[in-house]
């Protein structure tokens, strides 16, 4: 069983940056697949950014290629969202979630991960 419990949300202006982290109980945290998603009101929950459980693997949405990075420290059983040139669009709940992995890979759908945070609100102003 593994609990993440996600911090760094926050209010920030457009153009700011965010860094979210996810922390991550239970052992062999580096066999886990990561993924962050987020979720607006009255949208779907979607996958922003996902690594693999070794950290060589990453995959980004479209909308936050170049301005996103996902990326874990093992040693600290956490993975990260450093999120930069915020825009207005970007605000949402982001999630932070987990699948165990025999494999080197990352998983991009939500119905993918069995493990879940509580989620942390992004909010961007213009």
């Known amino acids: 069983q593994v609990q993440l419990v996600e911090s760094g949300g926050g209010l920030v202006q457009a153009g700011g940056s965010l860094r979210l982290s996810c922390a991550a109980s239970?052992?062999?945290?580096?066999?886990?697949?990561m993924g962050w998603f987020r979720q607006a009101p009255g949208k779907e929950r979607d996958l922003v950014a996902a690594?693999?459980?070794?950290?060589?693997?990453?995959y980004y949405a479209d909308p936050v290629k170049g301005r996103f990075t996902i990326s874990r420290d093992n040693a600290k059983n956490t993975v990260y969202l450093q999120m930069n040139s915020l825009r207005p669009e970007d605000t949402a709940v982001y999630y932070c979630?987990?699948?165990?992995?025999?494999?080197?890979?990352?998983?991009?759908?939500?119905?993918?991960?069995?493990?879940w945070g509580q989620g942390t609100q992004v909010t961007v102003s213009s």
């Open positions: 690594i693999s459980g070794g950290g060589g693997r990453t």
């Open positions: 979630a987990g699948r165990y992995s025999h494999f080197s890979v990352y998983f991009v759908g939500a119905s993918e991960y069995n493990y």
């Open positions: 239970g052992r062999s945290f580096s066999s886990y697949a």
